[in-house]
């Protein structure tokens, strides 16, 4: 769990992976705010274990697919 203000640097290794393999959903990745990307990676790069990761990112892919800005819609 973060910390309320800290922040992961970067796009964590695990989302990166999946986003690399789908040009549309990493186009629209790239098109959202800073403080929206934040937040998926903030949640995927957050997970102690390396599994939770790998889910995590799975989900925000599924996500990321249906246009989804934020976690909460």
Partial sequence: MLIKGEH???TPAE???LLDQEA???AFFESLSKSYKQGYCDW???AKQEDTRKVM???AMIM???K???LKT
Avoid: C, F, H, P
């Fill in 8 to 10: 992961i640097e970067g």
């Fill in 15 to 17: 989302l990166q992976v």
């Fill in 24 to 26: 549309n959903t990493t």
């Fill in 44 to 46: 995927v790069g957050s």
């Fill in 57 to 59: 990112a799975d989900m």
């Fill in 64 to 66: 990321l697919r249906n």
């Fill in 68 to 70: 989804q800005k934020t």
